[in-house]
């Protein structure tokens, strides 16, 4: 830091005396005169103000300073503690404790309190968490919620005082349903932090890219460099993976336009890990390999450039229309007959608006799911793609990557992690949405149930409440039956790698059984990419005991690889409630609904036969 010089001047009378005010002024011009001529002579410098960046002030000189520089040291700390618990935290997490806690939270807001509720609980949790919570704050996210409340006065408080039923009880619990689940999807987003970070949600008012990062999921969404660098760290670092071997290496150098897009793809924090790391490769292609934390982001960019998130929303606002809608259609001779009054008219066009965004908050949760598997299948095809020595179409897509160099050992090593890292991308966002599902099949089984008590004849409702469930079973049933498709697929990529894995194996056994053919007689090679692979072996090695070697040690990479791929498929396959989905699994599972669907139609029609009978 610069030296900062002070020139001070004191009085002939001392720092008591007193003088004249035209003394004292004399007094200042000759100071500041002197001060001109050391600036002249260079001996002082033309400016005493050091300008130092807010990043770099030290807290001793705060006293110094305006109050600005105290909130910017502040948001700082605070920036800074998020980012260390950002980098820090790989191990994916769910806590009941939070779940039931910030479920608790949401239902008295939506509930019973609102906006109000903060006068109950300032002290304790906190307002800080109050205000992170958008539960008291000037912004979108505190005016969504407050409609949702008022959408419950409307419906349910006011319903206590309604002669007239211009709301019935079943548009009533079926708001409270849509803002449970809205409550749930919350939750469930809450149980996945770390006790670290809320420790910070309930200590300090988070930034506005905290709370979107963490709970809105824009960045997942959107797959900003911020997340294409975080998830796929967290992932070496559950597994124990070296960075240093996330590199790899193609058989064929890549086309121009895909050298470009590679390059120019965004991987947020990652030099400054890498300063951190004492590391100094940070460029995307290093020694003829490619880094793979480029790869996999051009591979994710790719995706989102075909497949752009927001395609699945048209659905999710269509469903969401047609269950809050359904209950005034249903009813709309019943408003003919009666005078519906102003009042009345808002109080129905907030209960629609209430049980809209209910329904819509939820099922976006979960399209997000089919969306993220979705893109999984992708990345997997281009794994697939990578490995393949045959020429073969995957259904998502066209190829993007050339071949790997399976003479490469570090790029078999590579592949395999770039094979995890698909299967396992986005796990802390994945547990979020397993946990919803999961929650939300329990709904399901308790509708469905529900349902076959109402064709068995012991439940009796009527025919506007059968609707209203109908359309809810018919709804739940497509998502979860897809979600669980989705991951029936997923795991059958476990066999296809196999498979893929083995023919690889294959070809290295077949040079070794021909050795002689090969290197020592030189006779042609009838399959093209067989005779590719000889070309390269004789290139590196020229005697036959080097080559020899140098295969056992390329089939030992890939025995490794399909071993670290068995392990996967027994311990990180795609499950609910601890069962594997597969397709025979739900095949089953279907036969058995329908099973009991079909028991449960033939005994109301025996019941109707026997009733017209009596009759």
């Not at 940070?282 to 450039?305: E, H, M, R, W």
């Not at 629609?352 to 299948?377: A, C, E, H, P």
Request: contains cysteine; hydrophobic residues 45%.
């Amino acid at each position: 830091m610069n030296n900062i010089c002070i020139t001070q001047v004191k009085t002939s009378l001392g720092d008591t005396g007193n003088f004249n005010s035209t003394e004292r002024n004399e007094k200042h011009r000759q100071a500041y005169s002197r001060v001109l001529q050391l600036k002249k002579l260079n001996l002082i410098q033309s400016e005493t103000r050091i300008e130092t960046p807010d990043k770099d002030i030290d807290e001793a000189e705060l006293p110094l300073r305006e109050h600005y520089y105290r909130d910017t040291i502040k948001r700082s700390a605070t920036i800074f503690k998020v980012a260390q618990e950002e980098m820090g935290r790989y191990q994916t997490e769910w806590h009941w404790k939070f779940f039931f806690e910030f479920l608790f939270y949401h239902i008295m807001f939506y509930n019973l309190f609102g906006p109000f509720m903060v006068i109950f609980f300032w002290k304790w949790p906190g307002m800080p968490l109050m205000i992170n919570m958008r539960f008291l704050k000037h912004h979108p996210q505190f005016y969504f919620q407050l409609l949702l409340w008022m959408g419950s006065l409307a419906g349910g408080y006011w319903y206590v005082f309604d002669n007239r039923n211009i709301i019935t009880f079943t548009e009533i619990l079926f708001t409270q349903f849509a803002l449970l689940i809205r409550a749930v999807v919350i939750a469930a987003k809450y149980a996945t932090l770390s006790k670290e970070r809320i420790k910070l949600y309930k200590s300090q008012v988070l930034s506005e890219e905290v709370f979107t990062f963490d709970l809105m999921m824009w960045d997942w969404r959107l797959q900003t460099p911020k997340v294409l660098f975080l998830e796929q760290l967290r992932f070496l670092k559950r597994r124990e993976l070296d960075p240093d071997f996330y590199k790899i290496d193609f058989l064929c150098q890549p086309h121009i336009k895909t050298l470009r897009q590679v390059i120019q793809v965004e991987v947020g924090f990652y030099s400054e890990w890498l300063e951190q790391q004492e590391e100094s490769q940070v460029a995307p292609i290093i020694d003829n390999t490619f880094n793979c934390f480029f790869i996999f982001g051009y591979l994710v960019n790719s995706y989102q450039k075909i497949h752009t998130p927001g395609g699945f929303s048209k659905y999710v606002v269509l469903q969401s229309l047609i269950l809050s809608l359904t209950p005034c259609l249903l009813r709309l001779q019943y408003f003919c007959e009666i005078e519906v009054g102003a009042v009345d008219i808002i109080r129905i066009i907030v209960n629609v608006l209430t049980t809209f965004q209910g329904f819509f908050g939820s099922f976006v949760f979960l399209q997000i799911g089919l969306y993220d598997l979705q893109r999984k299948f992708y990345i997997l095809d281009q794994c697939c793609y990578m490995l393949n020595i045959k020429e073969q179409k995957y259904s998502s897509g066209k190829k993007l990557l050339p071949t790997i160099n399976f003479n490469n050992p570090i790029t078999l090593q590579a592949w395999s992690m770039l094979r995890g890292m698909a299967f396992d991308y986005g796990r802390t966002y994945d547990f979020r949405i397993q946990g919803f599902y999961s929650l939300i099949f329990i709904g399901w089984i308790f509708l469905f149930l529900f349902g076959i008590g109402v064709l068995l004849d012991f439940i009796q409702i009527d025919y506007f409440q059968i609707t209203l469930l109908s359309e809810m079973l018919v709804i739940l049933t497509g998502f979860i039956g897809y979600y669980l498709w989705h991951g029936a697929k997923l795991n059958e990529y476990y066999e296809t790698f196999d498979i893929l894995l083995e023919d690889v194996r294959n070809m290295y056994v077949d040079m070794l059984r021909k050795k002689e053919q090969y290197f020592i007689l030189n006779l042609d090679v009838t399959n093209a990419i067989h005779k590719k692979f000889v070309f390269l072996l004789k290139s590196q090695a020229r005697s036959v005991e080097t080559i020899t070697q140098y295969i056992n040690v390329i089939i030992e990479e890939i025995d490794d690889a399909i071993r670290q791929l068995n392990y996967d498929e027994r311990h990180t396959p795609f499950k609910i409630y601890g069962i594997r989905i597969t397709l025979n699994f739900l095949q089953s599972l279907v036969v058995a609904v329908c099973t009991l669907v079909g028991y449960a139609v033939q005994q109301r029609m025996q019941n109707v036969d026997v009733a017209c009978l009596k009759n």
